[in-house]
């Protein structure tokens, strides 16, 4: 453990002492060698745990061949994954990032240039939702009006339009003709776990296509099979026009994507968009080996059982404690909303041995690696309820 010393990083995200040098499963060791349960996932990252053995040998694999070359080239297994990402969703077009910012920065390009091409340029304000979070470019905090990120880096971007979230009646009465898209988390995650309404969604998309509005979905987080299906908007009958994803894509490795259909991406046309990184190799053969896995036969079923089980023990624990207001969320992203500081529930359970995330609201989120087994479970709920 390293005290006081003078650090050469911003100091944006505060001090922890806690170092971790090993990981294995859902096990991460710290540098004096306590393990710890990671029920946080890097935030919702490390979808298949830490060094998953056939991750390893793609990326050893792939580190011995080839790098980088730039998107100037054609990439086979570029094409291959693209392909396959498609099949697996509604999308029929992908653009590769390096990060959920990049990829909702993509979406919000694309919708600009969807109505531009259509020679509706007065279409040029996106409806967003309160305790959003979409990352933390300039244009990403300009669609949360939450001044939580934008103090200080005002101007925003002008464009956006922030309402309640889960409510129809505001919704509507929102839309008019210079409504573009309509932005939305399908569980939100940051700001306290809170999944959408599936009927609310479907109602979504019916405005959506009465009034010539893209429906731009982010899956950054409770996507990749972290809600039990491979996209969490999958459990409605809806598809959105584009998505972006990122975090559980590559389990740990920095990548993400922007998905659409062919249509709403019809202004994404030769010298539009670009990235440097975006879709390399590593990345990619990353990529298609946690694709693999989750699309794999009974993955997603057991994830389905796995939270069903967690739901129920923590549901438990929420009649046995005072201290517990609500649990909510869905699949493995799960939040208890508490009465005591958040912030300090994660820490005592931490000293615990257990990882969680503090999320707003006073939320103290779960979001274990998918591949959690029962027991782990049952050792989470164990020290859970101790320091409850
Ligand atoms: C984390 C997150 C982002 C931003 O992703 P980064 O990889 O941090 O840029 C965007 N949207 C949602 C829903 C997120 O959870």
Redesign the pocket.
């Known amino acids: 453990m390293i005290k006081n010393v003078q650090s050469y990083i911003m100091p944006t995200y505060g001090q922890n002492e806690l170092e971790f040098v090993r990981g294995e499963g859902v096990y991460l060791y710290s540098a004096e060698n306590k393990k710890f349960l990671d029920f946080g996932s890097g935030?919702?990252v490390n979808s298949l745990g830490h060094c998953h053995p056939k991750l390893v040998s793609v990326l050893k694999d792939q580190a011995s061949k080839l790098w980088h070359t730039s998107n100037l080239y054609y990439s086979s297994a570029k094409e291959k994954y693209a392909e396959l990402l498609c099949k697996s969703t509604f999308a029929e077009q992908v653009f590769f990032t390096n990060?959920?910012?990049?990829?909702?920065e993509c979406g919000l390009k694309l919708i600009r240039s969807y109505h531009s091409i259509k020679n509706k340029s007065y279409k040029d304000t996106i409806i967003t939702f309160d305790n959003?979070?979409?990352?933390?470019?300039i244009a990403?905090i300009s669609g949360q009006n939450n001044p939580k990120y934008t103090k200080g880096f005002e101007p925003l971007l002008d464009g956006f339009i922030s309402i309640p979230f889960n409510d129809l009646n505001i919704l509507e009465k929102t839309i008019n003709e210079k409504t573009s898209a309509i932005m939305i988390?399908t569980i939100?995650?940051?700001g306290g776990v809170n999944p959408i309404s599936i009927k609310i969604l479907d109602s979504i998309k019916n405005l959506c296509l009465k009034n010539n509005i893209l429906l731009f979905i982010?899956?950054?987080?409770?996507g990749f099979g972290r809600s039990g299906k491979l996209f969490s908007y999958q459990w409605s009958n809806i598809e959105p026009d584009l998505m972006?994803v990122?975090?559980g894509i590559g389990s740990g490795f920095?990548m993400?994507a922007c998905l659409a259909t062919k249509e709403s991406a019809v202004g994404m046309t030769l010298g539009k968009h670009g990235s440097t990184y975006g879709g390399n190799p590593l990345a990619i053969s990353v990529g298609l080996a946690v694709l693999e896995e989750i699309n794999s036969k009974g993955f997603l079923n057991n994830i389905q059982e796995l939270s069903n089980y967690l739901w129920k023990h923590l549901k438990d624990l929420e009649n046995k404690h005072d201290k517990i207001i609500e649990v909510r969320g869905a699949g493995l992203l799960l939040g208890i909303k508490t009465t005591e500081d958040n912030n300090k529930i994660c820490k005592l359970l931490e000293s615990k041995g257990l990882l969680t995330l503090p999320a707003s609201d006073n939320v103290v989120r779960l979001a274990p690696p998918l591949i959690i087994k029962k027991k782990h479970i049952d050792d989470a709920i164990e020290i859970i309820n101790q320091i409850m």
């Open positions: 935030i919702a990060s959920g910012t990049e990829s909702i959003s979070f979409h990352g933390r470019s990403a988390e939100q995650g940051e982010d899956e950054v987080q409770c972006a990122a975090k920095p993400g």
